[in-house]
């Protein structure tokens, strides 16, 4: 199976690179693509070099896959031209998540939603992907009318730029800024711009794209996404609402059968999820489950993932294994 990357270069391009190897996914040709300033750079894959193409150049090769992490503006101008040549596009950028024209896949919630004439399919953002992945059971048990979220995100998940200038805070070194403000010993309330009714844009994806992953438009959400100084992993205080009342032991356990749930919840003990801890993991972990005793049915929650992982890598190569599976191996 011929799999191409675009954005191979990138941080998360790099992650999809080795979540494909690890999963030992059925690469027969790998096809690093990236723009013309990368093109004939070499990249190791397991054991081998592979050098770097244009994304034209990637779509002659006809892979069967394609996996993209290169921003919203190549998502848009070349996953048709994949898919118009028969190359399945899995998507990390926001540019297809709201199209009502394409599915937006977290594997382990809506895999099944999938049909072979899918051929652009859009992974959601990272903050978005381990709430849902909390959520999802919980809303088809209990029911959830109201969500509130407040995030703790780590600054991989504004790319390279936004590491350096970390990097170069912390050792007192002069930075080119990713931020509009200091990041290092700060926490900034500002993910991406600000838009509509001053929520940002990073704000308006968790409210959105829940919706549409659990299928419920009339979601009560509101969300606060903050950038603090950490490095790779996203952490969530959940606060919900569900129409029907639950038992603390019965969440747990719920949580606790769910794939890709790691429940961590022994607070007396000092164990709970931590980004340190989730780093290079593919699960979502959680913990600091408990009731909140100010409101009717409503239930508190700390989620933990690595960002870079199943926040975007992990998830679109679970995609791209759902697709091969379903789609490309069968006669």
Wanted: with cysteine.
């Amino acid at each position: 199976m011929k799999v191409a990357v675009v954005g191979a270069t990138g941080l998360v391009g790099r992650e999809m690179l080795k979540v494909l190897e690890e999963r030992n996914f059925p690469v027969s040709r790998l096809i690093p693509v990236a723009s013309e300033k990368s093109a004939g750079i070499k990249i190791a894959y397991a054991g081998n070099e592979y050098e770097v193409v244009t994304p034209g150049k990637a779509i002659t090769l006809a892979p069967h896959i394609a996996l993209f992490s290169a921003g919203g503006d190549t998502s848009l101008e070349w996953a048709p031209q994949f898919a118009k040549a028969g190359t399945y596009v899995i998507d990390n950028s926001s540019a297809w998540r709201m199209d009502p024209e394409k599915k937006l896949v977290v594997p382990e919630i809506n895999a099944a939603e999938l049909t072979k004439e899918d051929l652009i399919i859009a992974n959601p953002n990272c903050s978005t992907i381990q709430m849902v992945m909390a959520l999802a059971p919980l809303h088809r048990k209990y029911g959830i009318s109201r969500i509130v979220v407040s995030t703790y995100q780590a600054v991989s998940g504004s790319g390279i730029k936004a590491v350096t200038q970390l990097e170069n805070e912390k050792e007192g070194k002069e930075t080119e800024k990713k931020f509009a403000h200091q990041i290092f010993n700060n926490c900034l309330p500002h993910c991406d711009d600000f838009k509509d009714l001053g929520y940002t844009k990073e704000e308006w994806k968790l409210i959105n794209e829940t919706k549409k992953i659990l299928r419920d438009p009339n979601l009560k959400i509101t969300s606060t996404c903050v950038r603090v100084p950490v490095l790779t992993g996203h952490s969530e205080s959940v606060n919900v609402e569900f129409e029907k009342d639950y038992m603390i032991d019965d969440i747990r356990g719920l949580l606790h059968a769910t794939p890709g749930i790691v429940v961590q919840d022994a607070p007396l003990l000092n164990e709970y999820p931590m980004p340190v801890n989730a780093v290079g993991k593919n699960e979502v972990f959680v913990g600091r489950i408990r009731r909140d005793f100010s409101s009717k049915n409503c239930l508190n929650m700390w989620i933990v993932s690595d960002n870079l992982r199943k926040g975007a890598a992990t998830n679109a190569v679970q995609i791209a294994e759902y697709v091969a599976n379903q789609f490309l191996t069968r006669n």
